[in-house]
């Protein structure tokens, strides 16, 4: 008699500690700059602009700061997949990183300083961003691809880890020790995740980079349907308004800030281009065959989704902005630092990360609801907008001159954090499943880039305020311009949220781990 062999259960790659140790001490130096960057500019650096328009700045400052950290991903990407593979980018950009923390430490009272620490800790964590997420998943193959979201679950959860106490300890370190102690020490901790990631070097599965090789590539293709000859040319033309408008744009960096400006032509330049490549994309099939076109097609849509999870990030990012500000009205106990709020969001991650997998989907699956990837994005956004709602309610009762305790942000913040999970957790192991081989980093930066639009809405929003007419409609409505503009960022998540459910409906999943 013989007995059939039982197939070998799915191992989990050895390596990931690495990756996950580097990770946690890496989002601990981030979210400790990060969570009290708006109430150091506010407190210390800003000091000499006058406090009404101190607010303002302080948060053109973070989402301008956020808008870069997002907007290197689309560097970091592209230099990993077409010249140096994913660790070696990894591992140089972490130094530039460290020497951005160093920065920030010594020049606590210089703005050119200090501006370019930031400027280098976007340029180090923009550029890593979507390269650690995405060397995970080569840590995977088709035969233990199933541990993969387990994984990707746990990198967020890690992430949130370092958060959460970076949350809660470097506003105490800010107020009770300054500047330089509280931006140090996450630059000590920088240097610990650098340190970890080499460690694990001779473990790794090293991906070798071939974008540069790939005569299909993505962007190959794309220029190949624009400008193959053939009877119409709406498609070029629409890439060339994209173009045009774009070149305006920059014009405008004057009113709109230059990072803004950038934000806005590239933004041009990607939405008008993709549009007019998918009309004539089946001209490319002639020279780079019917797969490579299919797989750019498939791409195009994914940018789609990409584009509407933008008004998700809108929200999410102003509870360090917008939401701190707010808990400074509130009433709280006197060693309460408004920015320790914050902590709350990791805390929360941490638990709903779990019970999610372990009680709501389960339970929803055996009520017959089949909880998608895609499903879960879209709730995500809907969610964000009702946290919004909330706090737009709470703003109108502190415009009134009512009391409100701090205590009340909880609710938003469960809301939010809900929202993340589904939305960023999901999105990550999503963006990476949908990529081709040859633009794991490059989609992944996509991914990423979706967070600096998301801020750039942001950024657009405070500038309309500052404009005649819409201060004047706003006074109309009897609200303030904070409380209009809460309302008006729930109404663009929930509309995003409806859009996002109609169009997921006709995406087509793939599958695109390596064999």
């Known amino acids: 008699m013989t007995h059939k062999a039982t ?32 109430v150091f500019l506010m407190s210390s650096l800003l000091l000499s602009i006058p406090e009404p328009l101190r607010k303002g700045e302080a948060k053109d400052v973070f989402h301008t700061f ?12 592209w230099l990993s997949d077409r010249f140096f593979g ?30 370019f620490g930031l400027f280098l800790i976007a340029l180090g964590s923009g550029g890593i961003k979507p390269l650690v997420s995405a060397f995970v998943g080569d840590q995977f193959d088709k035969n233990n691809r199933s541990l993969a979201q387990k994984v990707f679950d746990g990198f967020y959860w890690i992430i949130n880890f370092g958060s959460f106490f970076a949350s809660l300890l470097m506003p105490l370190f800010l107020k009770q020790f300054g500047g330089s102690v509280a931006f140090g020490i996450p630059g000590v901790f920088m240097f610990i995740a650098t340190l970890v990631f080499w460690s694990g070097r001779k473990k790794y599965v090293h991906v070798a980079p071939t974008a540069g090789q790939d005569p299909n590539s993505f962007l190959k293709v794309i220029r190949t349907a624009l400008s193959a000859p053939g009877a119409g040319r709406h498609g070029l033309w629409l890439a060339l308004t994209g173009a045009a408008l774009a070149v305006f744009s920059l014009t405008q960096y004057t009113a709109l800030g230059i990072v803004p400006a950038l934000c806005c032509a590239l933004v041009l330049v990607m939405g008008f281009g993709g549009a007019g490549a998918w009309l004539q994309l089946d001209r490319a099939t002639a020279k780079h065959g019917a797969e490579a076109v299919a797989g750019v097609r498939t791409v195009l849509r994914l940018l789609v989704l990409f584009a509407l999870v933008t008004p998700f990030w809108s929200l999410f990012d102003q509870k360090a902005s917008t939401w701190v500000l707010q808990a400074d009205q509130m009433s709280k106990p006197g060693w309460f630092q408004s920015s320790m709020m914050q902590a709350l969001n990791p805390l929360l991650v941490m638990a709903l990360i779990p019970f999610n997998n372990l009680v709501l989907y389960p339970l929803l699956g055996r009520l017959g609801l089949r909880i998608t990837a895609l499903r879960r994005m879209g709730a995500g956004i809907a969610f964000a907008g009702v946290a919004f709602f909330v706090v737009a309610g709470f703003q109108l009762w502190l415009d009134s001159a009512h009391s409100v305790s701090i205590v009340w942000q909880i609710l938003p913040y469960a809301l939010l954090t809900f929202g993340e999970v589904l939305v960023s957790a999901t999105g990550l192991e999503f963006a990476y499943s949908q990529a081709p081989l040859a633009m794991k980093g490059v989609i992944t930066s996509f991914w990423n880039l979706s967070v600096t639009v998301g ?55 793939q599958d695109n781990y390596r064999n």
């Open 66 to 77: 956020v808008i870069g950290v997002y907007f290197f991903p689309l560097l970091g990407g």
């Open 455 to 509: 801020n750039l809405w942001v950024l657009l929003s405070n500038a309309s305020v500052k404009g005649p007419t819409l201060t004047a409609y706003i006074q109309r409505t009897g609200t303030s311009v904070t409380a209009f503009q809460m309302f008006f960022f729930a109404g663009f998540a929930l509309l995003a949220a409806l859009l996002f459910a109609l169009y997921a409906r006709g995406y087509e999943m």
């Open 86 to 115: 994913k660790y070696n980018t990894i591992f140089w950009l972490s130094l530039v990183y460290c020497a951005g923390h160093a920065c920030l430490a010594l020049f606590e009272d210089n703005l050119r300083g200090f501006y």
């Open 7 to 38: 197939p070998a259960l799915p191992q989990m790659p050895p390596q990931i500690p690495y990756i996950i140790g580097n990770e946690g001490c890496e989002r601990f130096s981030f979210y400790g700059m990060r969570n009290i960057l708006t």
